[in-house]
Every structure is written in structure tokens, then in C-alpha cells.
């Protein structure tokens, strides 16, 4: 049988958390926000830690240009908003601080790969990327890897914009 804090360890990394590439903190900066969108490719020459001027910008994972969106696709969205009350809404919510945080206002502040990475590459993100690890600092849970596909991110990510006002 296993101890209260080793069950309460276990128990904290399964706690699905969408939320760290998605705080609404007041500790994160401005110069987190993402502009409209970069052209700059993947492999343009790395940073000191390690990562590209891509990857700071849109995230670590199988996302590696960037995400064009234009109208939202309906269809696209309601898919997404299914995933989110099955997969997500456990630990998030739209306009406050849950388990992890509010993801209502995410599309203004993370550009489209960013989310897309966050979402299929948690482990990734929270053990590289400078902002992942520090919401991951202050929301104590990283977030699991919940083994979605890239069609199934674009639909959560096509839900979250239509809840950005």
C-alpha cells in the first residue's frame, strides 16, 4: 500500500492541466504575448537555452511551422468543444483559475502552434520552454500527455478561439 504523499504525487501528474501554455497570470509579461504570426523557421540558430527563436515563440513539439487560421471552422470548433468538456474542463475553466489556469483569453496570448505544442507535447514543454516551466511553478501540475492527434489540437485550439473576446 503505498503513503498518502506518494499517492498524492501520483496523482498530482495525472491531473490533466491544458493550462500551462495557457496562464492568464499576472507574473507572466508582455513579452510572453505572441505577434499575429513569424515566419521564422524552426531551425533558426538557438538561443542560450538551447531553442530557436521558433520554439520561444510557438512551443517545443511536432508543431514546427507556423499555424495559419483565418474564419473559425464551426465544425472544427464544436469538435473542439466536445474534446475540451471530455478532456479538459476537469482542470480548466474559461474565465478562472482552476486547477490550471483560465484558457477563455489563451489565443491572445499564445500564437496557434504554441497551443497545438502545449497540447500534444506537455512534457516536452514543461521540461524546456521558458514560460511552460514557469507556470508549471506556480500552478504546481504539470499537465499529462493526453495522446491527442494534430487534427484533434487544431479542433481544441479552433474551440479556444471562438472564446477569446
Same mark, same amino acid.
Given at each position: #500500500? +503505498?503513503?498518502?504523499?506518494?499517492?498524492?504525487? *501520483? *496523482?498530482? &501528474?495525472?491531473?490533466?492541466?491544458?493550462?500551462? *501554455?495557457?496562464?492568464?497570470?499576472?507574473?507572466?509579461?508582455? $513579452?510572453?504575448? %505572441?505577434?499575429?504570426?513569424? $515566419?521564422?523557421?524552426? @531551425?533558426? @540558430? *538557438? $538561443?542560450?537555452? =538551447? &531553442?530557436?527563436?521558433?520554439?520561444?515563440? !510557438?512551443?517545443?513539439?511536432?508543431?514546427?511551422?507556423?499555424?495559419?487560421?483565418? =474564419?473559425?471552422?464551426?465544425?472544427?470548433?464544436?469538435?473542439? %468543444?466536445?474534446?475540451?468538456? !471530455?478532456?479538459?474542463?476537469?482542470? %480548466?475553466?474559461?474565465?478562472? +483559475?482552476? /486547477?490550471?489556469?483560465? &484558457?477563455?483569453?489563451?489565443?491572445?496570448? +499564445?500564437?496557434?502552434?504554441?497551443?497545438?505544442? #502545449?497540447? &500534444?507535447?506537455?512534457? =516536452? #514543454? /514543461?521540461?524546456? %520552454?521558458?514560460? $511552460?516551466?514557469?507556470?508549471?511553478?506556480?500552478?504546481?501540475?504539470? #499537465?499529462?500527455?493526453l495522446n491527442l492527434s494534430k487534427t484533434e489540437a487544431r479542433e481544441l485550439l479552433e474551440y479556444l478561439r471562438t472564446q477569446a473576446h
Amino acid at each position: #500500500m +503505498r503513503s498518502i504523499p506518494a499517492l498524492i504525487s *501520483a *496523482a498530482s &501528474l495525472a491531473v490533466v492541466v491544458v493550462s500551462v *501554455a495557457c496562464s492568464t497570470s499576472a507574473t507572466e509579461n508582455a $513579452s510572453t504575448t %505572441h505577434p499575429a504570426s513569424s $515566419s521564422t523557421p524552426a @531551425s533558426a @540558430s *538557438a $538561443s542560450p537555452d =538551447g &531553442l530557436t527563436p521558433f520554439q520561444l515563440e !510557438h512551443g517545443i513539439g511536432p508543431i514546427t511551422e507556423p499555424v495559419q487560421v483565418d =474564419g473559425v471552422d464551426k465544425a472544427m470548433a464544436q469538435a473542439g %468543444h466536445e474534446l475540451f468538456e !471530455h478532456k479538459c474542463s476537469a482542470c %480548466h475553466k474559461m474565465a478562472d +483559475r482552476y /486547477v490550471g489556469p483560465a &484558457l477563455g483569453e489563451v489565443t491572445r496570448r +499564445r500564437s496557434p502552434a504554441f497551443v497545438m505544442n #502545449m497540447v &500534444l507535447n506537455p512534457q =516536452g #514543454m /514543461v521540461t524546456k %520552454h521558458p514560460v $511552460s516551466k514557469k507556470l508549471l511553478g506556480e500552478y504546481f501540475t504539470p #499537465m499529462p500527455n493526453l495522446n491527442l492527434s494534430k487534427t484533434e489540437a487544431r479542433e481544441l485550439l479552433e474551440y479556444l478561439r471562438t472564446q477569446a473576446h
